[in-house]
């Protein structure tokens, strides 16, 4: 199995501009989860998707940030416009109920706003 | 509110010790207790969980963790530490766990283990 995959694994972008972070889940897990790394506020949870809905977008900072899972092989997390205090890595993992919620993640992607 | 706890920024062994990263939690039911590890520049990885029946696990690298329902603890452990232990270890639950699981996991801030030769 390939794990779960990221793209980009690294993004540079000016202040205003769109960002596109995306997240290919392991084969047969039903759960999507996008997380945040920061230095100051540690690991956050952003949004997560059961079955392609989204269960509890709580976590999504604000108007900015959207999610979207369009079927069970992929996912989008968009930034627009992208601040610098959006900077950090954001990593996706999945899981499956049938394997006790372990979560598997991937590499991140480390975004940079200029 | 459902939350975990890792009271420890940083510990610090010196290799060959053994070495306790600590967590704590507070959620309602009987629910799965996971610990992940990141490197630098890496993912978290899985390295072991709790569901249920001996409170011992086993799990990667050697390292095993201990569940005590009564202090509602599950410490992290290792009898020998490695240098390449050194890395970022993050206590996580799924709240509800054995038959309420939500999907989610709740993780703790993490503990910083540093190991020098």
């Known amino acids: 199995d390939a794990g779960v995959i990221q793209s980009p694994r690294h993004e540079v972008t000016e202040m205003g501009q769109e960002v596109t972070l995306r997240c290919k889940p392991i084969?047969?897990?039903?759960?999507l989860f996008w997380y945040r790394q920061t230095m100051m506020r540690g690991l956050e949870l952003l949004i997560y998707?059961?079955?392609?809905?989204?269960?509890?977008d709580s976590g999504m900072p604000e108007d900015r940030f959207s999610a979207k899972m369009p079927n069970a092989s992929f996912s989008t997390l968009k930034i627009q416009p992208s601040e610098p205090r959006d900077s950090a890595v954001y990593f996706c993992?999945?899981?499956?109920?049938?394997?006790?919620?372990?979560?598997?993640f991937g590499p991140g992607t480390r975004l940079t706003v200029l | 509110a459902q939350s975990v706890a890792q009271p420890e920024d940083q510990v610090n062994v010196a290799e060959g010790n053994p070495l306790t990263v600590k967590c704590t939690y507070s959620?309602?039911?009987?629910?799965?207790l996971f610990w992940y590890v990141q490197y630098p520049n890496r993912g978290l990885q899985f390295l072991l969980k709790?569901?249920?029946?001996?409170?011992l696990v086993k799990g990667s690298y050697g390292f095993e963790a201990e569940f005590n329902k009564s202090q509602t603890s599950f410490h992290l452990k290792k009898p020998s530490a490695l240098v390449s232990d050194s890395a970022l270890y993050f206590c996580?639950?799924?709240?509800?766990?054995?038959?309420?699981?939500?999907?989610?996991?709740?993780f703790g801030k993490g503990t910083k283990l540093s190991v020098k030769p």
């Open positions: 959620v309602s039911g009987n629910p799965y």
């Open positions: 709790y569901i249920t029946g001996d409170n």
């Open positions: 084969s047969g897990h039903d759960y």
């Open positions: 993992a999945s899981s499956s109920r049938g394997r006790a919620d372990t979560q598997y």
């Open positions: 996580a639950v799924s709240p509800g766990g054995y038959g309420g699981s939500q999907g989610n996991l709740i």
């Open positions: 998707f059961n079955n392609n809905v989204p269960i509890d």
